[in-house]
């Protein structure tokens, strides 16, 4: 398998690096991708040295799979052109979320959607990914009337100057500022930016890409969204409305029966997620599971996951590993 890694050298990137090299993904062919700033540097993986390339140059070699970590404008310019040459792009941008043509995929709710046919495929949000992979197994058996979500967000989700702006700030040396205020010691209602309804891009993507992906556009759902001094992972309290009558106990069972999820809720021994436990995890954690007392058919829960690992790389690795197993990775003929 001929694997390319777009936006090899950065922060998600790596990260696809390692998650291919721990699951043992079948690379016969690396193929490290980013801007041509980076071309000609050297990457390690499998204990094999290998030479960043630029875009053209990864198209010309033809991948099967190449795995998006550029950002939206890349992936709207260069992903067609991969597909157009057979390979099969699984995005990690927003570039391709809400596009209809497109399959928004966490592989344990709906990889059984995709076939050979989806040349680009679209990795959903990183606190998307960590509340609907908790939300699915409670829908398909209560039925999610609304949701209300307020995050804590890890700064590797903004990136690597985001690390660099919370190490400075903590070691009291002024550098380059990847937020409008300080990080350390502070938190932040403000992730992406602002749109006209006074709600940032994050938490419209909780609202819209939750409904694609659970396949009912009837969920209401509103979120905040706060970035905080953390780097293991997001945090999410979730607020959750069924249509119908639950039981606590059934909760529990119906979250630990769900691959991929691990609760930890024990109050008698203070367990509960926490970013600092989900760093480096590919498991999405679920606590503080509790009844909300102010109205009826309402559940109260928290969810922990590593942004970077199930929230973007593991989840495209997954899906990549999905395509491979149903083999649904067909070359096409181009002359």
């Known amino acids: 398998m001929k694997v390319a890694v777009v936006g090899a050298t950065g922060m998600v990137g790596n990260v696809m690096l390692t998650v291919l090299e721990e699951r043992n993904f079948p690379v016969t062919e ?107 197994p409670l829908h398909k058996k209560y039925g999610i009337k609304r949701l209300v979500i307020s995050t804590y967000q890890s700064i590797t989700g903004t990136g690597v100057k985001a690390v660099q702006q919370l190490e400075n700030e903590y070691r009291n040396v002024k550098g380059d500022m990847a937020y409008h205020y300080p990080i350390h010691k502070n938190a932040i209602p403000h992730c992406d930016v602002f749109e006209e309804n006074g709600y940032t891009k994050e938490e419209l993507k909780l609202v819209r890409e939750t409904q694609k992906i659970l396949n009912d556009k009837t969920i209401a759902v509103t979120a905040t969204a706060v970035r905080i001094p953390v780097v293991g992972g997001h945090s999410e309290s979730v607020n959750i409305e069924f249509e119908n009558e639950f039981d606590v106990a059934e909760v529990r069972t119906l979250l630990n029966q769900t691959p991929g999820v691990t609760v930890q809720d024990n109050t008698d021994t203070n367990t509960y997620p926490m970013p600092i436990y989900a760093e ?29 690992r199930k929230g973007a790389a593991t989840n495209a690795v997954q899906i990549a590993e999905y395509l491979v197993k149903n083999a649904l990775i067909q070359r096409e003929t181009v002359s």
């Not at 050297?42 to 053209?56: A, S, W």
């Not at 592989?107 to 992979?133: F, G, H, R, W």
């Not at 999405?284 to 309402?298: C, E, H, K, M, P």
């Open 30 to 136: 690396l193929i490290p991708v980013a801007s041509e700033k980076s071309v000609g540097k050297k990457i390690r993986f499998k204990g094999n040295e290998y030479t960043v390339v630029g875009m053209q140059t990864a198209i010309d070699m033809r991948p099967d799979i190449a795995l998006f970590s550029a950002g939206g404008g890349t992936s709207l310019a260069w992903a067609p052109k991969f597909a157009e040459v057979g390979t099969t792009v699984i995005d990690n941008s927003s570039a391709w979320r809400m596009d209809a043509s497109k399959k928004l995929v966490v592989p344990e709710i709906n990889a059984t959607s995709l076939t050979a046919d989806d040349k680009i495929i679209a990795n959903p949000n990183c606190s998307t990914i960590q509340l609907v992979m908790a939300l699915a």
């Open 280 to 308: 480096g995890k590919d498991a999405v954690f679920v606590g503080r599971i509790r009844r909300d007392l102010s109205q009826a058919n309402t559940l109260n829960m928290w969810v922990v996951s590593d942004n970077l």
